[in-house]
Nanobody, 129 residues
Framework: EVQLVESGGGLVQAGGSLRLSCTAS????????IGWFRQAPGKEREGVCT????????YYAGSVKGRFTISTDDARRTVYLQMNSLKPEDTAVYYC??????????????????????WGKGTLVTVSS
């Protein structure tokens, strides 16, 4: 059974940092597209970033580029999202998702997440002004 479990959310002041974790199980950690998505209250889900496990390439939405970093720890089967210089508009529930068996080259846009196969339950990030 595929499982994705997010952790690390919380309350932080604007300008602060948080690191989210997503621990994966039930599938081969390589040759997948793993992404972070977020959904703010009253808004549609937004793709934040992805990492292409085939070649390590990453893709970031313009709203987070230069502030957020996605990375993986193979030994821990964990994907991280380091979030720096947080803004109130980053407040949302953050979800980890995976598209299994996608072997392709280059960065992959997360889009709206419709291409992902499995999702975690999310972790809430609140950024106060």
């Amino acid at each position: 059974e595929v499982q994705l479990v997010e952790s690390g959310g919380g309350l932080v002041q604007a300008g602060g940092s948080l690191r989210l974790s997503c621990t994966a199980s039930g599938f081969t950690f390589n040759n997948n597209i793993i992404g972070w998505f977020r959904q703010a209250p009253g808004k549609e889900r937004e793709g934040v970033c992805t990492i292409n496990r085939s070649d390590g390439s990453t893709y970031y939405a313009g709203s987070v580029k230069g502030r957020f970093t996605i990375s993986t720890d193979d030994a821990r089967r964990t994907v991280y999202l380091q979030m720096n210089s947080l803004k109130p508009e980053d407040t949302a529930v953050y979800y980890c998702a995976v598209a299994i068996g996608r072997i392709r080259k280059g960065p992959v846009s997360p889009g709206d997440g419709s291409g992902m196969d499995h999702w975690g339950k999310g972790t809430l990030v609140t950024v106060s002004s």
